[in-house]
């Protein structure tokens, strides 16, 4: 069975940093794309990063310059770290990820999120 946990949230002062990652675990044949959601109270999902697993990446225009995305594939695991952290960026974060269990056959797989403050 395959799943994601990400870890690494929690409380920090406006300007603070925070790594998350996020490590898949199971049964599989390749992860493909991997990514950074969050969802402020009150808002709608959004996407944050985005990586593929030759290590293109695509930020949202909200944190670009302050969020880096990046992969260890030997670890299959994703990391977002976060700088100049402000209270907008308050929200739960979620990976997910394109992961094939068989060589045709995948999905998206999500994280349960973990929960980034940031107080002012």
């Known amino acids: 069975q395959v799943q994601l946990e990400e870890s690494g949230g929690g409380l920090v002062q406006t300007g603070g940093s925070l790594r998350l990652s996020c490590a898949a675990s199971?049964?599989?044949?390749?992860?493909?794309?991997m990514n950074w959601s969050r969802q402020a109270p009150g808002k709608e999902r959004e996407l944050v990063a985005s990586?593929?697993?030759?290590?293109?990446?695509n930020y949202a225009d909200s944190v670009k310059g302050r969020f880096t995305i990046s992969r260890d594939n030997a670890k299959n695991t994703v990391y977002l770290q976060m700088n100049s952290l402000k209270p907008a960026d308050t929200a739960v974060y979620y990976c997910y990820a394109d992961i094939r269990t068989t060589e045709t056959y995948g999905r998206n797989y999500w994280g349960k999120g973990t929960l980034v403050t940031v107080s002012s």
């Open positions: 990586i593929s697993n030759d290590g293109s990446t």
């Open positions: 199971g049964r599989f044949f390749r992860i493909n794309d």
